[in-house]
């Protein structure tokens, strides 16, 4: 039997674009699954593809208000945008609705492929942006030490959704355990190749969030995480 396991939006959407019939799990979506038109719920996704959601379009609202805590004084904040990604719609819609309540403004950084990501932090800094949101695109998630180390050459506070940003020397990340994520894909996969039908498997979404919080890029930055943000971390990098 043949199965597709997708990694990502991109790789979702054109997995599902070639075939109607092959089972497709998706490892670990960023895009919302129902917005973007891959399943029809997530209870029921009722054709050949099921997986994992990242929860990362309903987790922007929490991601801009650390950014919010941890700065002081932010207005604004910086965006990366890549408009081929699908799962940039809701991402976004999710950020602009959190926006005026917490009182800043959103700035977008088109960045299609890596060479784009320093002109965009430059920009950012142009454009006096506070901080500056890299959302879990695998353009961005897969190479999270050059934007943690492109963070702190223009001493941006930045938040990505996984923690290996932190642990590559980003400031905050929040979001699900990636590995987890694919480990918890292995079981539909599994279930499939057993004879299950991905039309009747529910999308899964994650059981745990992880917020990463690295200490010695605060100080790098001159910041000082406030204590209510440090008790919410479960790891925090001295």
Known sequence: MRLILASGTPASVAAKQATSTIPI?????????????LVASLAHPGGNITGM??????????????????????????????????AYGPILKELEAAAPTLRVKLQRLEVRVPGDFEGAFEAAIRQRAGALIAP??????????????????????????????????????????LVDSYRRAATHVDKILKGANPADLPMEQPAKLDLLVNLKTA??????????VLAQATQVIQ
Do not use: C, H, Q
């Open 136 to 177: 879990g695109d695998p353009l961005v998630s897969n190479r999270p030490r050059m934007v943690a180390d492109l963070a702190l050459k223009y001493r941006l506070p930045t938040i990505m959704d996984n923690k290996e940003f932190a642990e590559a020397g980003g400031l905050l990340s929040l979001g699900p355990d």
């Open 219 to 228: 100080r790098t930055l001159g910041l000082t995480i406030p204590p209510s």
């Open 25 to 37: 799990v998706m490892g670990g979506l960023v895009a919302d699954p129902v917005e973007t038109g």
């Open 53 to 86: 959601s990242m929860m990362t379009a309903p987790l922007g609202g929490k991601r801009l208000e650390l950014l919010k805590r941890t700065v002081p004084d932010l207005t604004r904040v910086a965006v990366f945008w890549n408009p081929p990604n699908p």
